[in-house]
């Protein structure tokens, strides 16, 4: 395959995401990702010492770009919009959602525990800002974001149609909302956990 230009680290992050993303660890050695997206192994080796090195740099990239891509999203005070709104982000950014998703697993032990697990409470920020600071949130927004997530892992590479979508996102916030806004008390007895209104 003939080598072609890329002009910027950004390019290089974005495409070394959408390899990472379709093939996750197996397929990231720093020759193979250097031949999938068509520059020398050198010019990696120029930036990046190592390919544990390129992937993080990736992760924090993607990350980051991904909070800057939801600060742009429409504001709206109507939470069940605003789910709704969430949803089709990161059904919208499948790609950027599994590549994280690989990275994690795969460098799980790099992440500290914390109060509610080990993903980085960070992951969960756009679910956050829709419940805002309750007792309960951040083990809410964990389990939204998990939810929502792993259809994007079943989807990903294929993007539903545009109807497929409207339909996946519509019943998504229908199942999530109650549970993010109603008062829910969990009870928990030997039988197993049940879930009541209160």
């Not at 994280?100 to 992440?111: E, V």
């Not at 929502?148 to 497929?164: D, K, Q, R, W």
């Given at each position: 395959m003939p080598t072609k230009k890329i002009a910027s680290k950004e390019e290089i992050l974005i495409n070394v995401r959408r390899v990472f993303a379709l093939s996750g660890p197996e397929g990231a050695s720093m020759r193979s990702l250097a031949k999938e997206v068509g520059i020398s192994?050198?010019?990696?080796?120029?930036?990046?010492?190592?390919?544990?090195?390129?992937?993080?740099?990736?992760?924090?990239?993607?990350?980051?770009?991904?909070?800057?891509?939801?600060?742009?999203?429409?504001?709206?005070?109507?939470?069940?919009?605003?789910?709704?709104q969430r949803v089709d982000f990161q059904i919208e950014h499948m790609e950027?959602?599994?590549?994280?998703?690989?990275?994690?697993?795969?460098?799980?032990?790099?992440?500290?525990?914390?109060?509610?697990g080990y993903v980085p409470e960070t992951a969960c920020t756009h679910m956050?800002?829709?419940?805002?600071?309750?007792?309960?949130?951040?083990?809410?927004?964990?389990?939204?974001?998990?939810?929502?997530?792993?259809?994007?892992?079943?989807?990903?590479?294929?993007?539903?149609?545009?109807?497929?979508?409207?339909?996946?996102?519509?019943?998504?916030?229908e199942f999530l909302y109650p549970g993010a806004f109603e008062n829910l008390k969990i009870d928990d007895n030997r039988k197993g956990v049940k879930i009541k209104t209160k």
């Open positions: 192994p050198s010019v990696f080796y120029h930036y990046y010492s190592d390919r544990d090195s390129l992937l993080l740099e990736m992760f924090n990239f993607t990350t980051k770009q991904l909070g800057l891509a939801r600060k742009n999203l429409p504001p709206t005070e109507d939470k069940k919009e605003l789910l709704r950027e959602i599994v590549a994280i998703m690989k990275y994690f697993l795969h460098f799980k032990n790099n992440f500290p525990k914390n109060k509610s956050l800002e829709i419940l805002g600071d309750t007792k309960d949130s951040m083990q809410k927004a964990k389990v939204m974001t998990h939810a929502v997530n792993g259809f994007a892992l079943e989807y990903f590479p294929n993007m539903p149609t545009n109807s497929e979508r409207e339909e996946l996102v519509d019943y998504v916030t």
